[in-house]
């Protein structure tokens, strides 16, 4: 699997956007990015993942850069339950994740 | 609730002794993973099945675990003759086709 770099933290202050990023600049063509997020305690949660093209679901948005080695992952309105480590990572398919140890994001009032 | 489930949630042992974890997938998934998490880390993979065919494991996997999933639905993780480096939370996740979704965990700790 490629490898991602990500900032050990970030803050964000509650109701603005999120921006978390991830650089992957080893990625292969066949590779999807993908994020997941991890509350503490609590088993890890899939947000969203893509291939090529950007992504938005009911969670957040993912923008991959065209030559496809950065993304970034955007939290539209953070709230205060949204502080967790953010995990991006670069698999070929549906096969084993390979986490790294993500950004903690704190979300402050 | 249809989401992956684990039993037990917390386990405190002593060292030496067997345990086992039981992991319920989504019902429809027909893959299944095992990963453990140690404090200030991120989940590391153990192994993966494809139905009831145990497709891979990593070499974390030392010969005191074995992990099972007799009929392509739920799975067991059993550790012979724990440690203390065994203490950790065990992850199970399901999937279809891409996304994995992941159980609460058992976290397990070794006296």
């Known amino acids: 699997d490629a490898k991602t770099t990500q900032p050990t933290s970030m803050d964000c202050a509650e109701g603005r956007a999120a921006n978390l990023p991830c650089n992957h600049s080893?990625?292969?063509?066949?590779?999807?990015v993908y994020w997941y997020r991890q509350i503490h305690s609590q088993g890890p949660q899939y947000i969203i993942h893509?291939?090529?093209n950007n992504e938005t679901n009911e969670m957040a948005s993912l923008i991959i850069t065209e030559d496809r080695k950065s993304s970034t992952l955007i939290l539209p309105h953070a709230t205060l339950r949204d502080t967790a480590v953010y995990y991006c990572?670069?698999?070929?398919?549906?096969?084993?994740?390979?986490f790294g140890k993500g950004t903690l994001l704190t979300v402050n009032p | 609730d249809t989401g992956v489930s684990q039993n037990p949630r917390h386990k405190i042992t002593k060292r030496g002794q067997n345990v086992t974890f039981r992991c319920d997938p989504i019902?429809?998934?027909?893959?299944l993973y095992w990963y453990r998490q140690t404090l200030g880390q991120g989940p590391e993979f153990l192994t993966y099945?494809?139905?009831?065919?145990?497709?891979?494991k990593s070499r974390l996997l030392s010969d005191r675990f074995s992990a099972e999933r007799p009929k392509g639905s739920f799975s067991t993780l059993e550790i012979q003759r724990t440690e203390q480096g065994d203490s950790a939370m065990y992850l199970c996740?399901?999937?279809?086709?891409?996304?994995?979704?992941f159980g609460p965990g058992t976290r397990l700790t070794v006296t």
């Open positions: 990572i670069v698999r070929p398919s549906n096969y084993k994740l390979t």
């Open positions: 893509g291939l090529k």
């Open positions: 019902s429809e998934h027909n893959r």
């Open positions: 080893t990625i292969s063509g066949n590779e999807y």
């Open positions: 996740a399901s999937s279809s086709v891409r996304e994995q979704y």
């Open positions: 099945f494809q139905n009831e065919a145990q497709l891979e």
